[in-house]
């Protein structure tokens, strides 16, 4: 891992390391990385001290179970505000420890643990993520539910469908989308914030 970071920060280009381990985050960090995205929301007791010893940005992601289990008929008594709870809570942790606010991201963990129905209820609720003040994260580019709302995707359409979810965030306030096809994504989300603002946002 540490030769792919290392080559990434040689040229520039902003770095997060993926991972639930304070160990491997602290040594991404050391290399240059800038973020540490923990999709246990810092189960590693560890986490929130390395991550704040570097001045890092944090994404703490919700997940229930673990990626083994988390699919095994999960539910909730009303998803998004469990997930919000979750996560409110996680920050609160990772302010403690000496994370700085505006450096902590929420990601309400779309496809982790969750069912068609719960995925759609919490996108449909994102608005309640985002008036926390956190910024809030939503990766939901190419997943399966995707694909079994819409009877099946595969190559362009999966990210066609991905840049309608792109487009909703934008229009819910979410300050970072994850996407595998970026310019399309792009596009979407920049016509969504423009009908939002009701201006182009270019000088033409």
């Not at 934008?170 to 603002?197: E, F, K």
Request: glycine share 10%; charged share 25%; aromatic share 2%.
């Amino acid at each position: 891992m540490l030769p792919v970071v290392e080559g990434l920060v040689a040229r520039g280009v902003p770095v997060s390391i993926d991972t639930s381990k304070a160990e491997v985050a602290r040594a991404a960090l050391e290399a240059g990385a800038v973020a540490v995205n923990d999709v246990t929301a810092l189960r590693d007791p560890k986490m929130a001290g390395v991550v704040a010893e570097h001045g890092a940005g944090l994404v703490l992601m919700h997940m229930r179970g673990d990626p083994r289990t988390m699919q095994d008929d999960p539910r909730y008594d009303d998803v998004a505000a469990e997930v919000r709870e979750h996560l409110l809570d996680r920050a609160a942790v990772a302010e403690a420890a000496g994370i700085q606010r505006e450096r902590i991201c929420l990601d309400p963990g779309i496809g982790f643990g969750k069912t068609v129905d719960h995925n759609l209820e919490l996108l449909r609720r994102l608005p309640d993520l985002v008036t926390t003040g956190y910024p809030v994260l939503v990766g939901a580019s190419r997943k399966s539910f995707l694909a079994r709302l819409l009877g099946g995707l595969d190559g362009a359409a999966a990210d066609e469908a991905t840049a309608v979810v792109t487009a909703w965030c934008a229009l819910a306030g979410v300050a970072v989308v994850r996407a595998h096809d970026v310019a399309r994504s792009s596009r979407a989300g920049r016509l969504a914030a423009a009908i939002v603002r009701g201006r182009s946002g270019s000088e033409e």
